[in-house]
C-alpha cells in the first residue's frame, strides 16, 4: 500500500492550510461555473475574469478535502496571467499526470509535456490512491467548465 | 440470550483477512455487509446442484430449483412477519422497490396537485423517484424536519399529513443512525389517510421487523445489507395493494397471457418479477434471513445497542469536542451507526488516513444531499457496526482517529 507521505506533502498541506486565491469575483463580468465530486459531495466554484486572451484574475470558493482544496489553490496560482491556451495546456498536462486523457475535444497535443506543471507536481502522489484523482482533478474541470462559457474569451 | 462475537465473525471469511500484517477492521456495513460462509456455501450448493431456471419447466431440476427459490422468498417473508410469501416481491434493491412504487402506485393514484409527505433523513432512494413523479405528475412534497438531535420532529405532523396522498420514511437513517418511530408513524399516516411506504433498508438488517406490527403498505429492503447478496432486494406490500397496482417491467414470468392486442398481468408476486430472476442470489437471501433469525434477531438488536453505547462513550473520552457525533444520544433510538466530524479533517482526508490502519469507514453524503445540507456540511465520515463487531473495532476506530491530527495540525 503506498504511503500517506506520497498523498500529503508539506506543499499540499500548506496550501491547504492556506488557500490562495479565495473568494469570489462579481460575476459578470467574471465566468462562475460550479464543480460537484458526486463520490463526496464537495463543492468547488471558479470565478474567472479573462481579458481578451488572458486570465486576469481567478478566484476559487467552496469546500473540499485536502487534495481537491489544495489542487485548486495551485491551480489559481498557475493560471492566473496565462493565456486561454496556455491554460489548456497545463490543464492537458495536469490531466495527464492524473493518467486522464478524457477529453475527445481536447486531446493530448506533442507539446504538452513540456508544460511546466511547478508546484502542481506535488500532486504526483495522487494517481497511486485511484480514488482521489477526481478531487485532484475537480478544480480543473470547473475551470475548463468556465472557460466553455460563452463570455469567456478563448 | 448472550451473543458470542468471536464465534459469529468467525463465520464470516473476509474477515480473516489480512492486510499489510494487520487484521481488516470493516465499518462500512451500513454501506453493505459481509457476507457468512452459509450464505455463500448455499449459493454455490445451489448453482452446483440444482440450478436450473424456475416456474418454465416440468424437469425435476426445475422442480427443484423453483421449489429452492420459493423457499428462499417463504424465508424472507417470514423474516419480516409478512401474513403469506406472495407478498413478498423479488427485487434489485432497495432501490427498485421503492421506484416501483412510484411508478406503478404512484402514476396509479397520485395526479397534478396531490400531496405527499417524506422526511429529511430519506436517503436518495426515497427521494429521486418522487422527484421525478412530481416532474411529471405535478405532486407536491412535503417534508418533516428533524429536531437537533438527528430524530424526526413530529410536532406539526398532523398538519404535513393534512390532505396528503402517501407517507414515505425510513425506519433507520443511513447517515445518523436514528430509529423512527415506525408503527406511530403508520398509524398516523393511515389517520390522515395516506398510504405508509417504509424504507427499512437500514432496518431490518438491525433489528426484528414486523411488517403486520408496523400496520405498513409497502415496505423496501436489500439483501446484501443482511448478510445476503448483492443483486437482491426485496418490496414487501399487503396482498390486496400488490393485486390493485399495475404491474412495474414488462416480460416474460409477470403475465397471465399476452395476446396480440395486449396482456394480463399474472398474480403478485410474479407480476413485479418480469425476466429471469437473480436466482441464485434469492437462494443467498434466504440463507442470510436464515443465518439471522439463527443469530435472534433480538440478540442482534441487543448487542448492537452495547456496542452503540460502548461506541459513543468510547469516543467521547478520548476525543472529547474534537469530536461531534450526528444523531441521537439515546441508544434507544438509535442504531450502530455513527456519522462524526472530527477536528477540523475533512472526512475523505480521514478515511484515507483511518485506511492506513485497514479501519474502513465510509466517507461522503451517503446518498442523503438534502440531510447533509441540513447538518451544514458537504459529507461526513461514517463507522456503522454489525453483528460481526465488537468493542475491538471501535477500540481500533479511535487508535486510528488519534494519528489523523499529527498529520493535519496547522
Ligand atoms: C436508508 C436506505 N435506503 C435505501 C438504500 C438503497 O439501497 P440499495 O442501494 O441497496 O438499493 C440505502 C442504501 O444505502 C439506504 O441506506
Redesign the interface.
Known amino acids: 500500500m503506498p504511503g500517506l507521505d506520497d498523498l500529503y506533502r508539506e506543499i499540499i498541506l500548506d496550501h491547504y492550510r492556506s488557500p490562495r486565491n479565495r473568494g469570489e469575483l462579481p460575476s459578470p463580468p467574471a465566468a462562475h461555473a460550479v464543480g460537484h465530486n458526486p463520490l463526496c459531495g464537495d463543492e468547488i466554484e471558479v470565478f474567472l475574469q479573462v481579458d481578451g486572451d488572458v486570465v486576469r484574475d481567478i478566484k476559487v470558493a467552496g469546500q473540499g478535502c485536502s487534495i481537491s482544496q489544495s489542487s485548486a489553490s495551485m491551480m489559481s496560482q498557475a493560471v492566473k496571467g496565462k493565456s486561454v491556451d496556455e491554460v489548456r495546456a497545463l490543464t492537458r498536462r495536469f490531466k495527464g499526470m492524473m493518467s486522464i486523457d478524457e477529453n475527445p475535444d481536447d486531446p493530448a497535443r506533442p507539446g504538452d509535456a513540456d508544460v511546466k506543471l511547478g508546484d502542481l507536481e506535488a500532486l504526483q502522489g495522487v494517481v497511486k490512491f485511484p480514488v482521489r484523482i477526481k478531487c485532484a482533478t475537480l478544480s480543473w474541470n470547473t475551470l475548463l467548465d468556465a472557460l466553455r462559457q460563452p463570455d469567456t474569451a478563448g | 440470550m448472550t451473543f458470542d462475537v468471536a464465534a459469529v465473525r468467525a463465520q464470516f471469511p473476509v474477515l480473516a483477512r489480512t ?2 500484517g494487520r487484521p481488516l477492521v470493516y465499518l462500512d456495513s451500513a454501506n453493505t455487509s459481509q457476507k457468512p460462509s452459509v450464505v455463500l456455501d448455499a449459493m454455490h450448493r445451489f448453482a452446483s446442484t440444482s440450478y436450473a431456471p424456475i416456474n418454465r419447466s416440468a424437469y425435476q431440476l426445475a422442480v427443484e430449483a423453483t421449489d429452492a427459490f420459493e423457499g428462499a422468498r417463504a424465508a424472507v417473508a417470514r423474516f419480516v412477519n409478512a401474513r403469506r410469501p406472495s407478498e413478498i416481491a423479488f427485487v434489485k434493491n432497495a432501490t427498485e422497490a421503492l421506484n416501483l412504487v412510484a411508478h406503478t402506485w404512484g402514476r396509479a393514484n397520485l395526479h397534478e396537485g396531490d400531496v405527499i409527505v417524506l422526511t429529511h433523513l430519506e436517503h436518495h432512494a426515497n427521494i429521486v423517484p418522487w422527484h421525478m413523479l412530481a416532474a411529471e405528475r405535478g405532486i407536491t412534497i412535503r417534508w418533516v424536519p428533524l429536531t437537533a438531535d438527528g430524530q424526526l420532529d413530529l410536532t406539526d405532523l398532523d398538519h404535513l399529513l393534512d390532505g396528503a396522498k402517501l407517507f414515505g420514511f425510513s425506519a433507520m437513517s443511513n447517515v445518523l443512525g436514528t430509529i423512527t418511530p415506525v408503527d406511530e408513524l403508520c398509524r398516523r399516516a393511515h389517520d390522515a389517510g395516506a398510504l405508509a411506504v417504509v424504507d427499512a433498508c437500514q432496518y431490518a438488517p438491525h433489528q426484528p421487523t414486523d411488517v403486520q406490527a408496523w400496520g405498513a403498505d409497502f415496505t423496501a429492503f436489500s439483501a446484501h445489507k443482511m448478510c445476503g447478496p448483492s443483486g437482491i432486494g426485496a418490496l414487501w406490500g399487503r396482498q390486496e395493494l400488490l393485486e390493485a397496482i399495475p404491474p412495474f417491467l414488462g416480460g416474460g414470468n409477470m403475465i397471465a397471457d399476452v395476446r396480440l392486442d395486449g396482456f394480463t398481468p399474472a398474480p403478485p408476486p410474479a407480476k413485479f418479477e418480469a425476466g429471469t430472476p437473480p436466482i441464485i442470489e434469492a437462494i443467498g437471501f434466504g440463507a442470510a434471513v436464515e443465518f439471522l433469525e439463527g443469530l435472534g434477531m433480538d440478540a442482534v438488536r441487543a448487542h448492537e445497542e452495547r456496542l452503540a453505547r460502548y461506541t459513543l462513550d468510547t469516543l467521547a473520552r478520548r476525543f472529547g469536542d474534537d469530536i461531534r457525533i450526528h444523531g441521537p444520544v439515546d441508544v434507544k433510538r438509535r442504531g450502530a451507526t455513527f456519522s462524526f466530524a472530527f477536528r477540523d479533517v ?4 480521514l478515511s ?2 483511518l485506511d ?1 490502519h485497514n479501519v474502513c469507514v465510509r ?3 451517503h446518498c442523503a ?1 438534502p440531510l ?1 445540507k441540513l447538518l451544514g456540511v ?2 461526513t465520515a461514517r463507522a456503522s457496526c454489525y453483528v460481526y463487531n465488537d468493542t475491538s473495532d471501535v477500540d481500533a476506530l479511535a487508535d486510528a482517529l488519534d494519528g489523523v491530527s499529527d ?2 495540525a ?1
Not at chain 2, 346 to 349: G, K, L, M, N
Open positions: 492486510m499489510n475533512h472526512p475523505h482526508d484515507q488516513v492506513q466517507a461522503g453524503h444531499k447533509m458537504s459529507a498529520i493535519f496547522p
